[in-house]
Nanobody, 122 residues
């Protein structure tokens, strides 16, 4: 499966953005979907995962209550709604997919999108 992330941009603190991750290719197979982010000079970090089999989601503490992941299976697209954005949310955001694993580490995912930049100004 190929992933295409979009929707990033520049927003003021307190604002909102919605990221999209469109899947193409082998979309008949359902995947666990995750979002990660990487700020300059820092390692890529887990943001949220949506587990297909159990229909559960897990958020990083830093985004809990502000970010929401959702799926539109008809469009083969996963969304990340980001509200109450903070300057520390500034990063390149990546979507990821894996058929079997759904953990909190990069190595848990086989498929990655190209990343979309989110910049939050103070």
């Amino acid at each position: 499966v190929q992933l295409q992330a979009s929707g990033g941009g520049l927003v003021q603190a307190g604002g909102s953005l919605r990221l999209s991750c469109a899947a193409s290719g082998r979309t008949s197979v359902r995947y666990n979907m995750g979002w990660f982010r990487q700020a300059p000079g820092r390692e890529r970090e887990f943001v949220v995962v949506s587990r297909y089999g159990t229909d559960t989601t897990i958020y990083a503490d830093s985004v809990k209550g502000r970010f929401t992941i959702s799926r539109d299976n008809g469009k083969n697209t996963v969304y990340l709604q980001m509200n109450s954005l903070k300057p520390e949310d500034t990063a390149v955001y990546y979507c990821a997919a894996d058929r079997y694993y759904s953990g909190f580490f990069e190595s848990d995912y086989d498929h990655w999108g190209q990343g979309t930049q989110v910049t939050v100004s103070s």
